[in-house]
C-alpha cells in the first residue's frame, strides 16, 4: 500500500516561492502509479494542480499554475515535489499529494479528485497578499 507525506508549507508573502516534498513509501517502485498535487480550500472541493508518472515523461498542469508551478520527482530519494514560485493569495489552499493508477493516468483521469486512491495529509500553504 502506497504511503504519502506532505511537507514543506507556510507562510509566505504573494511573489514568493515554496517547495512542497511529498515522501512515498509502500514499495520498492511506484512504477504503477500517477502522482499528483491537488489543493482544498474551506468550502470547496479538491483542485487538482499538477500530476505526472513516476515513470516519467510528460508533466500536467492546472491552467490556474501553468508557468508559475514545477512538479518533479526524484526516484532515488522516493520523493515527489512541488516547486511553487510567484505564488498568489489564490493559491492558499490545503496541499494534497496523491497517487492514482497508472492506466487512469494515462486516461486524463488525474483532473478527477476523486480517481486518486492514495493520499497524504496534507499541508497548508498561505500567501498574504
Known amino acids: 500500500q502506497v504511503q504519502l507525506a506532505e511537507s514543506g508549507g507556510g507562510l509566505v508573502q504573494a511573489g514568493d516561492s515554496l517547495r512542497l516534498s511529498c515522501a512515498v513509501s509502500?514499495?520498492?517502485?511506484?512504477?504503477?502509479?500517477?502522482m499528483g498535487w491537488l489543493r482544498q480550500v474551506p468550502g470547496k472541493e479538491r483542485e487538482f494542480v499538477a500530476a505526472m508518472s513516476w515513470i516519467g515523461g510528460s508533466m500536467n498542469y492546472a491552467e490556474s499554475v501553468k508557468g508559475r508551478f514545477t512538479i518533479s520527482r526524484d526516484k532515488t530519494k522516493k520523493t515527489l515535489y512541488l516547486q511553487m514560485d510567484s505564488l498568489k493569495s489564490e493559491d492558499t489552499a490545503v496541499y494534497y499529494c496523491a497517487a492514482l493508477a497508472l492506466a487512469k493516468y494515462y486516461r486524463g483521469s488525474y483532473t478527477s479528485h476523486s480517481e486518486y486512491e492514495y493520499w497524504g495529509q496534507g499541508t497548508q500553504v498561505t500567501v498574504s497578499s
Open positions: 509502500g514499495g520498492d517502485t511506484f512504477n504503477a502509479y500517477g
